[in-house]
């Protein structure tokens, strides 16, 4: 099932980077910055230099666009508007009054809303391409001032009883999550000399939470987004940061008692199971004798089954109608 989700979503991507490219191809300035691209497509297609957020399949990855001006810019739409509004200020800063930017996005994910959000910050679009359920559009930068620096966009929100450092666009921005809270509550007893991951960490809120209960306790945070990681090393600061899509930046050894997790289940507005599985596999090969993993995941998910393929003493600590809480060891 999980093989064929995210068969799917990554298709899905694919699909739309596709239609970007061809509308662009012949059209975009040498030296444009390409935005948010997950596979690669736009990048290859266009070239020209490349920002990412996330730290997609290895590629490096940074919460801020490089610094210059540039000659035009594309982007693909971030999922969520408080994401989006964020990273339209920060192209924004990077492109002289006039200069050219793209979107493209799927039309199920409110691409068409676009024109609403522009803060003044560009002028009205015009549509360049409609097709597979995808469009294309252009924008042309106006002279209103954007909020250019990262920190502009830092907030201090209440996260159940703890004050932690967010930013728009991050998991659960600003609340405290029903599944981590469920996870919180069904975490065992933790030791000082026991090793803990908090895999896909957002902005630490897990990790945060097992600091307050083991101020000696030894902390790495992994994620994919260098946005959640940089609000992490800002809430959990005497912990290892480890930017990286999945497992891929972190050595296959037996480094950890603990992971905890509570995985994405999406790319984009697609289900994706894809993330999970590899959670769950790749955590057999890094767990120390005894070690464990607790994630939680919503019931719809049938997590049970693969736990215990892969997993021992496989057990559900915690359930609601929505979430559950499963551990495996090894």
């Not at 996260?159 to 609340?175: M, N, Q, T």
């Not at 994919?224 to 290892?240: E, F, G, I, K, T």
């Not at 899509?245 to 790319?267: C, E, M, Q, T, Y």
């Not at 596999?281 to 607790?294: F, S, V």
């Amino acid at each position: 099932m999980s093989k064929r989700l995210a068969q799917r979503a990554d298709s899905r991507e694919t699909e739309i980077a596709a239609v970007a490219a061809d509308a662009l191809e012949g059209r975009v300035p040498a030296g444009s910055l390409v935005c948010g691209d997950p596979d690669g497509v736009v990048e290859a297609a266009l070239g020209g230099p490349v920002w990412n957020r996330y730290a997609y399949d290895g590629r490096p990855a940074q919460p801020w666009p490089p610094e210059g001006a540039f000659p035009g810019a594309v982007l693909r739409q971030p999922r969520g508007w408080g994401a989006f509004a964020m990273t339209l200020h920060a192209l924004a800063a990077r492109l002289p009054e006039g200069a050219p930017l793209w979107i493209y996005g799927g039309n199920d994910e409110g691409v068409t809303s676009i024109p609403k959000r522009l803060e003044g910050l560009f002028g009205e679009p015009e549509t360049l391409a409609i097709k597979r359920r995808a469009r294309v559009l252009e924008l042309r930068r106006t002279g209103a001032p954007a909020r250019g620096g990262l920190e502009d966009w830092r907030e201090v929100v209440s996260v159940g009883d703890a004050e932690l450092v967010s930013y728009p666009g991050l998991f659960a921005h600003g609340r405290l999550d029903p599944g981590t809270e469920l996870l919180l509550g069904a975490l065992p007893k933790i030791y000082a000399d026991q090793s803990v991951l908090d895999f896909g960490c957002g902005a630490g809120v897990i990790a945060h939470t097992v600091r307050r209960r083991v101020p000696e306790g030894r902390l790495t945070l992994l994620d994919m987004d260098s946005v959640a990681l940089h609000a992490a090393r800002q809430n959990v600061p005497d912990a290892a940061h480890v930017l990286s899509d999945g497992w891929s930046a972190v050595p296959a050894k037996r480094d950890f008692d603990l992971i905890l997790s509570n995985p994405p289940l999406h790319r984009g507005k697609e289900e994706d199971f894809g993330a999970l599985e590899a959670l769950v596999r790749g955590a057999k090969d890094r767990l120390k004798p005894r070690g464990a993993l607790i994630a939680v995941v919503q019931r719809s998910a049938g997590v049970g089954k693969l736990f215990a393929s892969v997993l021992k003493n496989v057990e559900a600590l915690a359930e609601t109608p929505q979430y559950q809480v499963w551990r495996g060891g090894v």
